[in-house]
């Protein structure tokens, strides 16, 4: 005989699996959605990321780019993404790592693919995403003992330099305004880097991202009518 908690989990899942597996036409709806928005971003240290803490700050960034939500039953839905993206992260001086302050930029472009739950305007969505590095720069501010440089970060095996490669994982919720047949999304989103994108130093991105997103749906064939 089967436990009620375990009657309870077979049903739930079952549900969701019938819900998943609807039919197209009372599918959720597919739409076309644009964006630009700032970044907040900075990076985790591994080991030496408490130590380097109290001197974390913040980078301000920027995202563009667009995505795809496709309908797959009246609660779910795959939202693929492709944007550029500023990222990187700042160390004010006299830290554990750098003497001076320094601030690492990137310029990446990325890809999440995100599976999203829908509870009417609300919804949650989470996946992984790829990254690529195009490149970045590493500005160290000058003092009396160090002079001030902004060097171009290489890319590599060797210490000091970067990976080009991220992989990580993103989550988030948002809520959609309906104007007409346009919607304005407000998607509140962290990202967390799984690899460790610098060779010497151990750098995992983390990036919060709250943004508004501009979509419509596509247009639907006129069907002829018939005399």
Do not use: C
Not at 19 to 45: C, G, I
Request: charged content about 20%; overall charge positive.
């Amino acid at each position: 005989m089967k436990s009620p908690i375990k009657s309870i989990t077979t049903s739930f899942a079952a549900t969701m699996l019938l819900m998943t597996l609807s039919v197209p036409s009372f599918a959720q709806e597919n739409r076309f959605s644009l964006s630009l928005n700032s970044l907040t971003t900075n990076f985790n240290y591994g080991s030496m990321n408490k130590d380097l803490r109290p001197y974390k700050k913040d980078f301000k960034g920027l995202q563009i780019g667009a995505s795809y939500q496709a309908g797959i039953s009246p609660v779910v839905s795959v939202v693929p993404e492709l944007y550029f993206a500023l990222k990187g992260g700042k160390l004010n001086g006299n830290n554990p790592l750098t003497i001076n302050k320094s601030t690492v930029r990137l310029f990446t472009v990325e890809m999440p693919i995100l599976a999203r739950i829908h509870l009417h305007p609300f919804y949650v969505n989470a996946g992984p995403y790829a990254a690529y590095t195009l490149g970045g720069r590493l500005k160290t501010d000058g003092s009396e003992a160090v002079p001030a440089s902004s060097t171009r970060i290489s890319f590599g095996t060797s210490s000091g330099d970067f990976k080009r490669w991220d992989l990580g994982f993103q989550a988030g919720a948002g809520y959609t305004f309906r104007i007409r047949r346009t919607h304005l999304t407000l998607d509140a989103r962290y990202g967390y880097g799984l690899v460790a994108i610098s060779q010497d130093v151990k750098r995992y991105n983390r990036l919060l991202n709250i943004s508004l997103v501009v979509s419509k749906p596509p247009r639907k064939k006129q069907t002829e009518k018939r005399g």
